[in-house]
Structure formats: C-alpha cells, structure tokens
C-alpha cells in the first residue's frame, strides 16, 4: 500500500504531521513518550466551515480523533458515542499498525468523514462507505 515505513515512533509521526499539517500542533505526553496529541484546523472544502480537531494517539493503540468545534448534531451518522470520537474504518475490516502513519491515513479520513458529515446534514444522506457498528465494534474501538 505505500503507507507503511519500519519503526514509525512519535518523533516520525511529528515529523509527518509537520510536513503534511502545519497548522497541527502537538503535545507528548510526559508520563508516557510514545503518546501524543494532535490538535489543529481542518477544512475539506472551501466552502465548509473549519473544524477544530484532536487526534490522540498511544503507539501500538488506533488512534482516535475528536471533533473539538464546531459543536456536532445530537446522535451523528459514524460516530462512537461512548468514545465521542469518529468512526473512521472498521476495526475488523482495518487493523491500525504503529508503522502506519497519522497524517497520510488518519487525516484525510477525517477530512472525508467531515466531508460527508456536512453533506448528511444537508441532504441527510450520507455518501461515504457505511457499515453497521454492532455492540463487537463499539467494544474494540472503545477499550
């Protein structure tokens, strides 16, 4: 696939973000280096409001991403409640590897699923792949 490089610790993962998002910044966790926060703005489309967004990410963990603004409707198509993060891929179908990096998957996923958000709120049809989250589903993505 292209998406895979050997030993993608944090400090790789930073430096794609960097490269690809500068508008991201970061945090490390103190208590715990290979563990990192992404926050920053993210636009899909020119004429789509900017959204705020958290990304968190544990090495050997998927990472999960939290829309921070603009507020979401009440009960959102994709969306892990227990979690508040978006579902983005189906943890059975894709498994996350820490040799994977954030910003060429994760981001434009989220930039897709926000994508299609704004077009379910207005057509409330929502074009993006779709699969059933089962109480299976919500399990692993929310341990």
């Known amino acids: 696939m292209g998406w895979a ?36 703005k993210l636009a899909p489309h020119i004429n789509m409001p900017d959204y705020f967004i958290r990304v968190t990410y544990r090495l ?14 009440e009960d959102p198509p994709h969306f892990y409640k227990k979690s508040n993060s978006l579902c983005l891929y189906r943890p ?9 990096s954030i910003a060429k ?5 989220v930039s897709s699923w926000i994508y299609f958000y704004e077009v379910w709120k207005e057509t409330d049809v929502w074009y993006g792949e779709e ?8 399990k692993i993505v929310n341990d």
Do not use: C
Not at 6 to 29: C, G, H, T, V, W
Not at 60 to 73: F, Q, T, Y
Not at 133 to 138: G, L, Q, S, Y
């Open 131 to 138: 699969a059933e989250h089962d109480i299976n589903i919500e």
């Open 92 to 100: 059975d179908e894709f498994i996350w590897k820490k040799e994977y």
């Open 105 to 109: 998957i994760i981001i434009p996923w």
């Open 60 to 73: 050997g963990k998927s990472p999960r991403v939290k829309i921070i603004k603009p507020d979401l409707v």
């Open 5 to 40: 490089k050997p030993a993608y610790n944090p400090m790789i993962q930073i430096a794609d973000m960097k490269r690809l998002y500068p508008q991201f910044e970061y945090s490390i966790n103190a208590h715990n280096l290979s563990s990192l926060t992404f926050s920053g």
